[in-house]
Structure formats: structure tokens, C-alpha cells
């Protein structure tokens, strides 16, 4: 395949691999809090890095929200947040 990020099936495999991760530290965390540093919004965490975070069974998420790193106005991140 020569660009497997544009096929819907790879994306999902990929999506269910990270999703399996998570969910195995999220069932072996014990009284500790799961957290994770994400990309800065859900539809971009899907697109640049295959997160697909607000399914995963995190205490807390980072969101990543770097401005510059999306090319976006200061605005954008009233918007993200």
C-alpha cells in the first residue's frame, strides 16, 4: 500500500492498537491516576497521530495545545480548550 494513512481499515487498526494499550494500563493502574499528553484536539489527535483519546479511560489528558504548531491564531486556543 503506498500510503496506508489514507485506507479506512489501517486507521482503524490503529486506533484499536493504541485503544488496547490504554486500556491495559487502565485495568492494571490500581490507586494510581492514568494520564496521558494528547494532541491538542480530538479530530486533529485522529489525524496527525491516530489518537483517538476521548475513548481511552484516562483520570486525566493534556491536551498539547501549541498554537504555533498548528499554524493557528492565539484564538484558536480559547477554541481547543
Given at each position: 500500500m503506498e500510503?496506508?494513512?489514507?485506507?479506512?481499515?489501517?486507521?482503524?487498526?490503529?486506533?484499536e492498537g493504541i485503544q488496547q494499550i490504554v486500556s491495559s494500563a487502565a485495568?492494571?493502574?490500581?490507586?494510581?491516576?492514568?494520564?496521558?499528553?494528547?494532541?491538542?484536539?480530538?479530530?486533529?489527535?485522529?489525524k496527525y497521530v491516530r489518537q483517538d483519546w476521548p475513548k481511552w479511560d484516562l483520570?486525566?489528558?493534556?491536551?498539547?495545545?501549541h498554537h504555533n504548531f498548528y499554524d493557528k491564531p492565539i484564538e484558536w486556543v480559547k477554541t481547543a480548550t
Open positions: 500510503d496506508p494513512t489514507v485506507d479506512q481499515d489501517w486507521r482503524e487498526f490503529r486506533y485495568k492494571n493502574k490500581g490507586d494510581k491516576l492514568l494520564s496521558a499528553a494528547v494532541f491538542a484536539t480530538p479530530e486533529l489527535a485522529r483520570d486525566v489528558a493534556f491536551p498539547m495545545i
